[in-house]
């Protein structure tokens, strides 16, 4: 027996089938197009994401190992922040806009639902901004107010799999979590915030534990894919959060950087602090894991901040570790704040906030540039988990999935900085493994969450220097100065 996660993004899709016992037996992958229709436009195709997932899932599932070993259950993870108006059926009446589209409604959300900041974490753990599923159908309503007539649902990738495969569109807590109309306390949607906003409720999907078995495949739709007439659908949760599953982190005491364009952390946690969670910037959320929460802490500034770094200093990645291993154990010489995104939590929100390069002479080279970047990174997130023990959270471990765990000098940077051990997660797609794990649970394999997650495996453990995080003291004390200037200086008030 075997199960099947489904990884759905914006811009690809992925499906991988495993055994029970975690290894992987075949993987896929679809690319989507993205559609720039205008400046600050930024849309997908619902229906061709749909015919992405119909693809590689009938290409895993064709492949003679997943024959040998035919898949019971499976699960979506899928990003969170895009939707689309929809018929009954799941076509789609309009594109998705993704995160990255400009468009907001005239009136926000949170204009016409006045709340302290604190009040929102409390209430849907998150401060409101434009990429909100609820603006996003405000948007709609507002501004084309004859397709969203017509609209019988609101889906997003996980509601859309669902509604195609079973007929019934839902979301788990985690993904419910990035609208600002579902309620913490009660994990369901709020009547009062539905009501505040005119959004008629008939669209939203159903919110339901994630890990609930929602049904057998559609017959038609199982044959279509290749699926066993009797498999099952399973409900799964977040990108994020399957993330964090495939990658092992379910207890309290670990943490998951995701090391990408964006670092994200999520760490598992039993007693938020909501004031707390506030003032540094972070997100709560109900995540798949023991404790049942989960506190983030994101940051727009990771790979593509290295990105840039090598673009401006002319290096090429190929030779770069070895570059980094031959600088030597003392910090670059020049001193990078590399918000050049923005800056992130724990810093104060700034419409002016923006990066820095210090310390330049005509002795620096490219690598001291590159250097200071990948530091600069790696102090705001030790900064970060700083944030998160304020939050609530005690992580012990961090484990790294993503691009940015290919440089061991950067993992070991991570480490001394953190002051923990940096494990790197062995699955290169711990999202479509979190899918299928979670599958597993609510198929019965698996008797928890924690037994499932104990089918992940670690390729490699960075343990903390403190002589290393010694050198670094001074670097850390003047990154936190020099970003304090740039955010209080003219611009960044």
């Known amino acids: 027996m075997s199960l099947v996660g489904i990884d759905i993004g914006s811009s690809a899709v992925k499906a991988a089938v495993y055994r029970a016992d975690g290894a992987l037996l075949a993987q ?12 600050g436009l930024a849309e997908t195709d619902g229906d061709a994401v749909w015919t992405a997932v119909v693809a590689v899932v009938r290409r895993v599932t064709a492949s003679p190992r997943t024959r040998r070993d035919p898949p019971i259950a499976l699960a979506v993870s899928a990003s969170g922040r895009e939707g689309f108006p929809a018929r009954a059926n799941g076509s789609a009446l309009g594109p998705c806009l993704r995160t990255a589209d400009a468009r907001r409604p005239a009136t926000e959300a949170a204009v016409t639902l006045r709340r302290s900041t604190t009040r929102w974490i409390r209430d849907c753990g998150h401060v409101p901004d434009h990429m909100d599923p609820t603006n996003r159908i405000l948007w709609w309503a507002e501004q084309v107010p004859r397709t969203m007539s017509r609209a019988r649902w609101f889906l997003g990738w996980h509601e859309l799999v669902s509604l195609r495969l079973t007929g019934r569109p839902v979301v788990d807590p985690a993904l419910a979590s990035g609208f600002l109309i579902f309620d913490l306390a009660s994990q369901a949607w709020s009547p009062d915030r539905i009501g505040g906003l005119g959004i008629d ?13 929602l049904g057998p495949v559609r017959p038609r739709i199982a044959a279509e894919m290749g699926l066993p007439r009797r498999c099952t659908l399973v409900a799964g949760s977040w990108d994020g959060s399957c993330a964090a599953v495939g990658a092992g982190v379910v207890e309290e005491g670990g943490a998951l950087l995701a090391a990408g364009t964006w670092e994200s952390v ?101 690598t001291d540039l590159v250097r200071a970047a990948l530091e600069g990174i790696a102090i705001d997130l030790a900064l970060a988990f700083d944030a998160l023990r304020a939050g609530g959270s005690q992580p012990q471990t961090c484990t790294v999935a993503g691009g940015g765990a290919r440089s061991p000098w950067w993992m070991q940077l991570k480490a001394d900085l953190l002051g923990m051990p ?25 008797g928890s969450l924690s037994e499932a997650a104990a089918h992940t495996r670690i390729a ?10 010694a050198r670094y003291a001074a670097k850390m004390a003047g990154h936190r100065q020099r970003a304090a200037e740039l955010l209080s200086g003219p611009g960044g008030r």
């Open 201 to 213: 409720p008939r669209v939203l999907p159903e919110v339901v534990p994630w890990a609930t078995p």
């Open 266 to 366: 999520v760490a598992p946690l039993s007693r938020p602090r909501p004031r707390e969670v506030a003032v540094a910037r972070l997100a709560l959320t109900h995540q798949p894991s023991t404790p049942g929460w989960g506190l983030w802490a994101r940051s727009p500034n990771g790979t593509s901040v290295l990105d840039w770094a090598l673009g401006v200093s002319g290096i090429r990645l190929s030779p770069l570790e070895a570059s980094l291993a031959s600088a030597g154990p003392d910090p670059s010489p020049a001193l990078m704040i590399p918000h050049l995104s923005g800056a992130p939590g724990p810093w104060p929100a700034s419409p002016g906030a923006a990066g820095a390069v210090f310390g330049l002479t005509l002795a620096t080279t490219g």
């Open 460 to 469: 490699r453990r960075f343990e903390p220097d403190e002589r290393r995080a």
């Open 422 to 446: 940096v494990e790197i997660c062995e699955q290169a797609e711990p999202g479509t493994l979190g899918a299928a794990l979670l599958a597993g649970v609510g198929s019965g394999v698996y």
């Open 28 to 39: 896929a992958a679809e690319a989507v197009p993205s559609l720039h229709p205008g400046p």
